[in-house]
C-alpha cells in the first residue's frame, strides 16, 4: 500500500495549486481519504476529509471556500485544489486514507506561498 502526493511548490498570495495523490495497493471507494497538513513548529492537522460511505466532505474552516478536494477512481488518484493561497497556508501537504482498522499516509509534498 502507498500514497505519493505530488503538485507542491512555491506560489504567491492569491495563487492557485492542485495537489494529487496516487494510491496504489487498494482503492480509494473503499477508505475514508483526506488532507493534512503539517505547518513549520505546527502540530499536523486535518484539511478535509471524504467519506465514501455516507458521501459527506468536511472542510476545516481555514479553508472552507477555497479548497477542494476530488478523486478520479479510475487513476486511483485523489486531488486537492487549492484556490487564493495565503502565506498562512505554507506546510507540508499529506494525503491520507482509512480503513479497516489501518491508516496511510503519503511522505508530504511542501507547499509554500510566499511573495
Known amino acids: 500500500v502507498q500514497l505519493v502526493e505530488s503538485g507542491g511548490g512555491l506560489v504567491q498570495p492569491g495563487g492557485s495549486l492542485k495537489l494529487s495523490c496516487s494510491a496504489s495497493?487498494?482503492?480509494?471507494?473503499?477508505?475514508?481519504i483526506g488532507w493534512f497538513r503539517q505547518a513549520p513548529g505546527m502540530e499536523r492537522e486535518g484539511v478535509v476529509c471524504f467519506s465514501s460511505g455516507s458521501g459527506d466532505t468536511y472542510y476545516s474552516d481555514s479553508v472552507k471556500g477555497r479548497f477542494t478536494i476530488s478523486t478520479d477512481n479510475a487513476k486511483n488518484t485523489m486531488y486537492l485544489q487549492m484556490n487564493n493561497l495565503k502565506p498562512e497556508d505554507t506546510a507540508v501537504y499529506y494525503c491520507n486514507a482509512q480503513g479497516f482498522g489501518m491508516t496511510y499516509w503519503g511522505k508530504g509534498t511542501l507547499v509554500t506561498v510566499s511573495s
Open positions: 495497493g487498494f482503492t480509494f471507494d473503499d477508505y475514508a
